[in-house]
Structures are given as structure tokens and as C-alpha cells.
């Protein structure tokens, strides 16, 4: 097997090679110039869909557990139907389903967001799951002691409840993050030009499979790996004094 | 306002086009169901083994794949397969594909099954004179899987939901006859939101056996 890794510096257009790899015509001149291009994509997307993921899985894990049944059953019914249809079909009823009903999003620009939103929402389900796991492992004491000091529902849930679900699920919601970044893969579906994206149309171009595989693959793991240690750093900063993980 | 169309849809429509993809999505989903948790019990053990050469190929192949997108793992090894075992065609790619990816997700799942067992249970089991081998076997793997049953269930939802993804290799699958027909009949808004419907019925609907499965061996335990 004989690898060839001179192609990253060659032209996409022209296939020259350029001095220095890094060609003056733009961000995607190079085909190495493209996969850092693709990369800042697939950042973009997982970060900006776990923001989305975040907060809307966290509305939807507090509505679950909350003591009103219609509340509580739209969460439910939200979950369920987040979770039960595949995240590439979800991709493509944002892409292509909804703008039939709502003409504005059939702007091309718009295409990022109807990927993030697709990520976000499906990943919100799974978020929900946690969060409301979360705040049901804690004592039902706690939620009574709120009320018994004259505190208001949302007053109990953002000072006793949630301070202490968030830190115990913290190490759920990382693999959760981490699982952001690996589905942001499905985006080359709607050719949104991220790293699976390019590994498929820069592999059939120059013919150089695993020269593009392997370092697609490493930098999924290295974006993964990254949010991983990001999320340790938060979860040993909170720490809930007392328990078993504390110091 | 949009109006949805569904005309088209009669028997043949069905017969055409999704009955085929339908097949393969369900084949795929047993064949890496199957193949997927046995390989992946044989790899939990390999994990749990006290022989360091047995554990860390193991946690290295396990932890590796999982931290890959499976769009990623689908294009490796729809080239690597034909590398080195020839032109066995795409099918059967997905088939070895799937069982293999699928198989790190079970096994993480039948580790925690195993690690369930009290360890009473093993020891009664070497107490009998069983070997090791024996001991696994009517022991140790009954109750874990026994344990674990709910959560396997689970795990072969997702993973009919992810055989989706051989989209990326444009394998004819349920979701691809709901494309082509679209395409074909000029009604693609019509067909994605019919396999949304599909999709979201068998899920949801084995997910409600699973929960009463559950329930079931609950009471049991």
C-alpha cells in the first residue's frame, strides 16, 4: 500500500499544486484548505445544535416532571416523537417537508439552520430523558422543602431542583455531546459541505480514499474528544460536595 | 397552504417500491441483531477477561468504533470489505458493516449484564466444579441476558433506525424506496412524510412492547 498525501496541497479546481498548501483564492482552494473548511462546518453545526439541544431538552425534562398533566403530556408526546424517527429522515422533513408549509425557509441560506434545528431537536429528546431522570432522582423531599419555605414552583425547580439535577446528569448530557458531533455526520445528506461531506466528494475525486478517511475520522475524534474534556472540566468545577464523586 | 396528494398510493405502489426496501431494512436490522449481540457478548467477555492480551483488543475495538459516525464507519467499510474479501456486493457489505458496528453497542450492553451478576453466582457456579466456560453458559450469560433483554430490544430499535444510513452507499432500503417514489411520482413531500409516519409507528410501537416487556420482568426480579 502506497499512500500519497501530496494531492491535500493540489487545487481542487485546477488539481496544480500550490506552494505552501495554503492557495490565495479563498477557504477551499486546496483540498486541505477544504477539509479544515469542512471541519469549522461540523463545529458549527454540533456546537450551535447542542446549544439548541440544551435548552430545549432541559424545557422539555422540566415540563416532564412537572405536576400539571397537560404539561407534562406534551413532553411526553414531544420525546416520543423525536425519538422514534430516524435522524436522517428528520433531516429530510426539515429540508424538505416544512418549507412546502412555511415558503420562507426555502431560502438556500436557510439550509444550515433546518440541519441544526433537525440535530438539535432530535438530540433534545434524548437531553429531555436525562434531565427529567435527573431531577427525578433527588429526594421528594427536596421539592417539598422548597414549598414548605413559600418558594413558587419555578422558584423550587431554579434554586433546589435543577441546581442539583444539572450537576448529576452532566456526565449523560457529555455523551449526549459527544453523540452531537459523530450525527452531525448526517448532514452530507442536504450536501451540507462538512467533514463527511467532503470525505465523499474529495475521496471521489482524487481517488485517494484512505489518504481522506483517516484524517476525517481523527478529526471526528479529536471534536469528540475535545468536548469530552471541556465536559469533565465543568463536572469536576461543580461537583456536588458530600457525594461520592466529591473530593 | 400545500396540498398533500397521496393518489398514487395503491397496492402496486407498495409493491413497487417500498415492499423491497422494507425487506432489506428488516433483514438488515435481524442480521445485525443477531450478529450483532452475539459477537458482542463474545467481546464483552473478552473484556472483562483478566488476560490483559484478551481485554485490550477488546476495549480498543469496542472504544474505537463507538467514537466514529457510523456515516463514517458505513464509507470505511464499503471500502475496505471488497479489499479484502472481493466483489460480494452491497448487501451484503451492509450486512458485515452493521454487524460489526452494531456489535460495540451490545457489547457495552451485555458488560453491564454480566457485571449484574452477583458475584455469589459465579463462585456457586466454580463451587459445582463448573469451568469457566460452563459457568458462562449456564450461569452467568441466562441471568445477564435475562437482565439485559429490555435494554437489547432497545438498542435493535435504534439500530432499524439506523439502518437509514446506508443511504450514504445508496443501498435500496425502506427509506430510499420512500425517495425513489417520490421522484418517480413527482411527490417527494408526500413520500418523506409517509416514511416519517412508517418509521415513527414500528418504533414507537415495539418501544411500547419493550416498556411492557419491562414491566413484566420487573415483577419478576
Known sequence: MSWDWQFYCNDTATGETIAGCFGPGGREQTYLQWMLHAWGWTLTISLLALLLALVVGSIVGIIRTAPNK?????????????????????????????????????????????????????????????????IQTLPRGQRYAGQALGMTLPQTYRYVLLPMAYRIVIPPLTSESMNIVKNSAVAFAISIPELAQFAQQASEETAHFEEIFIPVTLLYFISAFAINRVAKFIEARVRIPGTVGAK | MLNLDYGFVNWAFIQSFIAKGFWFSIQLTLVSMVGGILLGTLLAMMRLSSHRWLSAPAAFYVDTLRSIPLVMVILWFFLLIPKLFGPIGGQMSAFITFTLFEATYFSEIMRAGIQSVSKGQVNAGYAMGMTYGQTMRFVVLPQAFRNMLPVLLTQTIVLFQDTSLVYAVGEYDLLKGFEVAGKNFNRPVETYLMAAVVYFVICFGLSQLVRRLQKKIAIIR
Open chain 1, 70 to 134: 397537560w404539561l407534562a403530556g406534551f413532553g411526553e408526546a414531544w420525546t416520543e416523537l423525536f425519538r422514534n424517527i430516524p435522524l436522517l429522515v428528520q433531516v429530510f422533513l426539515w429540508y424538505y417537508v416544512l418549507p412546502e408549509f412555511i415558503p420562507v425557509l426555502k431560502d438556500p441560506d436557510l439550509k444550515t439552520l433546518l440541519v441544526i434545528c433537525a440535530l438539535g431537536f432530535f438530540t433534545s429528546a434524548r437531553v429531555g430523558e436525562q434531565v427529567k431522570a435527573g
